[in-house]
């Protein structure tokens, strides 16, 4: 709706993980950095982590986006709760093989001349696993034994491991994961972005689907956009999807401090819990109220405090809406994982 409002080719800040819209935040450079350094030595674990929506799954892709197709071959699976055969056989797909298998070791050794082949051809592989914190201990072992295969002195497969902050905690605190803390290389922590590298990130976006300053964002707009939404990309891409929405319902072609504050009003409404009445039921017994004491309170704190809850519900309320919106997102990059997989026949 709001893109033929203001001449926009498509929808900038879609939730969708898209490397085409992928921003150098300081965060996400210094990322790919540790990407870049462990790749170079061409074997063991690389860890990313970061909090829901801090952009890990759109760093990785835009890191594939980059990789020379004659070098390397790379595949991705979004974790679920997987046993460790059952993680192999995933392994196995996303490469494009046929994991129907009546044991573990034809996978391994479907698995391994697969690995050699490429190898001989002059391309390396890489594995990403996503939503890594779902992997059981048992998993992570498994996949610390495909570290193993080898030709030579040289790795056949290099991992990265993408997941929520708990991952990391896991990893280098369970004992029994020593062996793959040992083989771990490089591992970073995403952040949310900054207050000033907001402005980039709304223009930059905003700029690959056609924007010419219509609507234009105010600074003190841009400030109530990182105050509600702390720098987290995929908050920030939520606010603004509805900002644009607003602007286009209401003719806006400037976008104001006061803009995004309806529109946080409007979003925390669209949550709000609303609770049927019927005349068949009895009402429910209210608190007593004591009079005297409550007119004792004057009436501008008793005002000031049922601001103060009005705004903490407000708050709750977008909180869960994001949530909800972080498991449909979530659904849908398995979607594209699992369609990614069954393509990738085809990249051979």
Avoid at 117 to 143: H, I, P, Y
Avoid at 187 to 210: D, K, N, Q, W
Avoid at 325 to 337: G, H, I, P, S, V
Wanted: glycine residues 6%; aromatic residues 6%.
């Amino acid at each position: 709706m709001y893109e033929s409002f203001y001449n926009l080719q498509g929808r900038p800040f879609q939730l969708t993980p898209d490397p085409r819209f992928y921003f150098s935040s300081r965060t996400h450079k210094k990322a790919m950095a540790y990407l870049t350094y462990g790749m170079n030595q061409g074997e063991g674990f690389i860890i990313v982590t970061g909090d829901v929506g801090t952009g890990k799954t759109t760093l990785v892709r835009h890191l594939f986006e980059t990789l020379d197709r004659n070098e390397y071959i790379a595949a991705m699976i979004v974790s679920t709760q997987l046993s460790a055969e059952d993680l192999l056989r995933s392994v196995v797909a996303a490469f494009g093989l046929d994991a129907q298998a009546e044991d573990k070791g034809q996978l391994l050794a479907r698995l391994e001349k697969f690995l050699r082949e490429q190898f001989r051809m002059g391309r390396r592989a890489l594995l990403v696993v996503d939503e890594a914190q779902n992997l059981s201990n048992a998993a992570l072992e498994e996949m610390r034994m495909l570290s193993n295969f080898q030709e030579g002195d040289k790795a056949l497969i290099q991992s990265f491991l993408v997941g929520q902050p708990e991952f990391r905690e896991r990893i280098f605190s369970a004992p029994e994961l020593e062996q793959l803390r040992q083989r771990v290389i490089a591992t970073h922590h995403l952040e949310p972005m900054e207050e000033e590298e907001l402005a980039g990130y709304i223009e930059h976006r905003l700029s690959l689907v056609g924007w010419d300053n219509d609507p234009c964002f105010t600074a003190d707009a841009v400030e109530e956009i990182y105050r509600n939404s702390a720098g987290v990309p995929r908050r920030l891409n939520t606010l603004c999807s509805r900002v644009l929405l607003y602007g286009s319902l209401e003719e806006l072609h400037t976008i104001d401090g006061d803009t995004i504050k309806a529109v946080v009003a409007d979003m925390a409404s669209d949550t709000r819990q609303v609770t049927a009445t019927s005349s068949a039921l009895p009402p429910r017994p209210s608190a007593p109220v004591n009079r005297q004491n409550d007119s004792t309170v004057p009436l501008e704190a008793r005002q000031d405090t049922k601001e103060v809850k009005q705004m903490e519900n407000r708050l709750d309320q977008l909180e869960s809406m994001m949530k909800n919106q972080d498991e449909t997102l979530k659904r849908l990059t398995e979607l594209m994982a699992t369609m990614a997989g069954g393509g990738s026949k085809d990249d051979k």
